[in-house]
């Protein structure tokens, strides 16, 4: 089990690290679902090998939320849109900097917790909970709407690894709970956003601040 969950948290750390290094929408959306079915693998395979039929089912939910649900949900967000330009020399070198620091700053404040945890899963606990602090830098450093959505969901996908790797999961109850807030609060973002870009016909952070004066 333990180079099985290792690998997977590691396959999701490396797509969240290039989510950070994409710069288009459709590129970062094609991230996030491959991200979201890495994760719901990983609780099946910990499900299977850990005995625990509740936590296959807690995948295939997740899969279902997270990789067909939710991305349907943000390509009617970002329908009509414009397309952001790439600035010539534009680069994401700085921001895979601040991922690469996240990830090592994420080993640093784990270490106390792997050295009490006696599960085959420990060693992967950092890597996911790398994923979440990577995902709000992402959400924090969004220079759009759809960008600090996404940054939220990426962090929400390293909160339930972390759930998933450190706890061997949690009650099937109150992992639908989440999916269900989460998916409420993309429903929610959606209206926000449309009514948004049909009242100043943008999401774009900057323009919204004009407008703030």
């Given amino acids: 089990m333990t180079s099985t969950t290792n690998l997977l948290a590691f396959v999701g750390l490396v797509v969240a690290l290039l989510l950070v290094w994409r710069q288009s929408w459709p590129g970062r959306l094609r991230l996030f679902a491959a991200q979201s079915v890495v994760l719901a693998l990983l609780?099946?395979?910990v499900g299977v090998l850990?005995?625990?039929?509740?936590?296959?089912?807690?995948?295939a939910v997740f899969?279902?939320?997270?990789?067909?649900?939710?991305?349907?949900?943000?390509?009617?967000?970002?329908?009509?849109?414009?397309?952001?330009?790439?600035a010539p020399g534009k680069s994401s070198g700085i921001a895979l900097l601040?991922?690469?620091?996240?990830v090592v700053a994420a080993y640093v404040v784990m270490l106390p917790v792997q050295a009490a945890t006696r599960l085959p899963t420990q060693g992967a606990i950092p890597l996911?909970?790398?994923m979440a602090l990577?995902?709000?830098y992402v959400c924090v450093t969004g220079r759009d709407a759809l960008g600090h959505i996404l940054g939220f969901l990426v962090f929400e996908n390293g909160v339930f690894g972390l759930a998933i790797l450190a706890?061997?999961?949690?009650p099937g109850i109150v992992e639908a709970g989440v999916f269900l807030d989460v998916l409420v609060i993309v429903f929610i973002m959606e209206v926000v956003v449309v009514q948004v870009r049909r009242e100043h016909a943008s999401i774009a952070e900057e323009r919204l601040r004009e407008l703030r004066g």
């Fill in 167 to 170: 706890t061997y999961g949690l």
């Fill in 50 to 59: 850990a005995a625990r039929p509740g936590l296959v089912v807690v995948g």
């Fill in 134 to 136: 990577i995902g709000l």
């Fill in 128 to 130: 996911a909970f790398a």
């Fill in 63 to 86: 899969a279902l939320v997270k990789v067909w649900i939710i991305p349907r949900v943000l390509r009617r967000i970002a329908a009509g849109a414009p397309v952001r330009p790439v």
């Fill in 43 to 45: 609780a099946t395979v």
């Fill in 98 to 102: 601040v991922a690469g620091a996240l």
